[in-house]
């Protein structure tokens, strides 16, 4: 299986900060990565595919990079509603796999 | 509008079996190259995919748990039924269905227990 490790598994930031996370595959997935928003009792929420497309709708303080094995969401300046949790999920290779998540508390 | 539901028990007793069924609206899983996942997320835990169906009948599930799941569709009824065996306390979570990786439903928390 792909191993998908993600960090930080937590961070405290203000408004206006800059966040990046990252996601880390144990072999090359091309660019077969999704980056996602999950808030409480709420569905997941796709904001960014193929590794960088971001996705209809989604504002564009939210980019995304990398290829192969090392992937990174970027926030430029957080707002108060992009406090929630964030995970990757590559779909490159069967098992599909997740990391394991990053919340953004303040 | 792309629109996915999960139906099914919130409640099963361990060794039972769990069908989960996700209703879907705004596209056709007879289209390339259209599919639907099942994911869970057990409380506090991290996401784990369970299993794939896809517009060719295509299937592909999890090796962990493979001998636990049937995944199938009824494209008559744009549903898709994911059937999981021996239900046991570990598997409480939050089930979700997703058309492939973009949308996904609310989930539905399923709770094993005695």
């Known amino acids: 299986d792909i191993q998908m490790t993600q960090s930080p598994s937590s961070l405290s930031a203000s408004v206006g900060d800059r966040v990046t996370i990252t996601c880390r595959a144990s072999?090359?997935?091309?660019?077969?990565l999704g980056w996602y928003q999950q808030k409480p009792g709420k569905a997941p929420k796709r904001l960014i595919s193929?590794?960088?497309i971001l996705q209809s709708g989604v504002p564009s303080r939210f980019s995304g990079s990398g290829s192969g094995t090392e992937f990174t969401l970027t926030i430029s300046s957080l707002q108060p509603e992009d406090f929630a949790t964030y995970f990757c999920?590559?779909?490159?290779?069967?098992?599909?796999?997740f990391g394991g998540g990053t919340k953004v508390e303040i | 509008q792309v629109t996915l539901r999960e139906s099914g028990p919130a409640l099963l007793k361990p060794t039972q079996t769990l069908t989960l069924t996700c209703s879907f609206s705004?596209?056709?899983?007879?289209?390339?190259?259209?599919?639907v996942t099942w994911i869970r997320q057990p409380p506090g835990k991290a996401l784990e995919w369970l299993a794939l169906?896809?517009?060719?009948?295509?299937?592909y599930y999890n090796p962990s748990l493979r001998p636990r799941l049937t995944i199938s569709k009824d494209t008559s009824r744009n549903q898709v039924i994911l059937r999981m065996t021996k239900m046991d306390p570990v598997d409480t979570a939050t089930y979700y269905c997703?058309?492939?990786?973009?949308?996904w439903g609310q989930g539905i928390l399923v709770t094993v227990s005695s």
């Open positions: 705004g596209f056709s899983l007879t289209t390339s190259p259209m599919c």
């Open positions: 999920l590559q779909h490159n290779t069967y098992p599909l796999t």
């Open positions: 193929t590794a960088s």
């Open positions: 169906i896809d517009w060719e009948d295509d299937e």
């Open positions: 997703a058309r492939c990786f973009d949308f």
């Open positions: 072999q090359g997935i091309r660019n077969d």
